[in-house]
C-alpha cells in the first residue's frame, strides 16, 4: 500500500547525486516487511491459529492479519499524506504550479518508450525474484528440508531481514559509479549484481543440505536486494 508512494517521494525529495542511496534504503526498509511478515505469521501467529483448525486452514487464516495491516495503512496514508513535497495535485494544479497532464497520454508515452520495457525487464529479475522468495521460501524449506511450518517461516524470514543494508548498498554503489561514468556506471553496477544474483539463484536451487542452503539463501538475497537498489 505504501510502498511505490515512498519510492515516488524519495525520487522527488533527493538530488540525482544521492537519490539512489536515499530511493534503495527507503524501500529496502519497506521491502523488510516481508522478512518481518514471515517471522511473525510463522512462529508467532501460526501457532495461536492452529487452535482449533487444521494447520492448512490455520495458515490461510493467519493471512487475514497482514491484510488487516495493509488496508489500514493505506487508508491512514490516504487521508494524511500529500501527492508529493509541494503538496497535493489538485491545490498545485488550482494555483498554477503544476500543468495539466492526461493520466492516458502519461501512460501512453511511457509506454511506448522502449527503455520502460528494458528496465521493466531488470526490474522484474531482482523485485519480482524477492516476491518469489517471500511467497514460496516457506514452503520450499517446509517440503525440501522437512522443517516445520514455523521453522521454514523463520528461515525464510532472513531473505527479507537482508534489506537492511543490502538494497541501500546497491544504491549506493549506482549512485558512486554514476558520479564516475553517468548513467553508464549505472548500468554496470546493475549488470553486474544481477549476474552473481543468478549465479547465486542456481547455486541455492542445487544445495541439498539446510545450513549450506541458508548461507547461501543469504547471500543469493544481499545481491537481489542490491539489484533492486541498483534499480
Known sequence: CTFVMCQYWSSRMFTKEVVGTANALVGGWGNLGGGETQLVMGPLLFPLFKTGMSAEMAWRTVSIVPAIVAFST???????????????????????????????????SGAMNFNTWIL????????????????????????????STEAAAAIASIFGWMN???????????????????????????TVLLACEGAMVLIFANTSNL?????????????????????
Open 74 to 108: 493505506g487508508i491512514t496514508v490516504y487521508f494524511i499524506s500529500d501527492d508529493s513535497p509541494k503538496g497535493n495535485y489538485s491545490d498545485l494544479k488550482k494555483h498554477g504550479n503544476m500543468p495539466e497532464v492526461s493520466a492516458a497520454a502519461s501512460f501512453r
Open 120 to 147: 521493466f525487464i531488470q526490474y522484474a529479475c531482482c523485485f519480482g525474484v524477492e516476491l518469489t522468495m517471500n511467497n514460496a521460501a516457506a514452503l520450499y524449506f517446509r517440503e525440501e528440508f522437512n522443517q
Open 164 to 190: 537492511l543494508f543490502a538494497r541501500g548498498v546497491g544504491g549506493f554503489a549506482s549512485d558512486k559509479m554514476s558520479a564516475r561514468m553517468g548513467m553508464r556506471g549505472r548500468l554496470i553496477v546493475q
Open 211 to 231: 545450513a549450506g542452503a541458508i548461507v547461501v539463501m543469504i547471500v543469493f538475497s544481499i545481491f537481489v536486494q542490491a539489484a533492486e537498489g541498483s534499480t
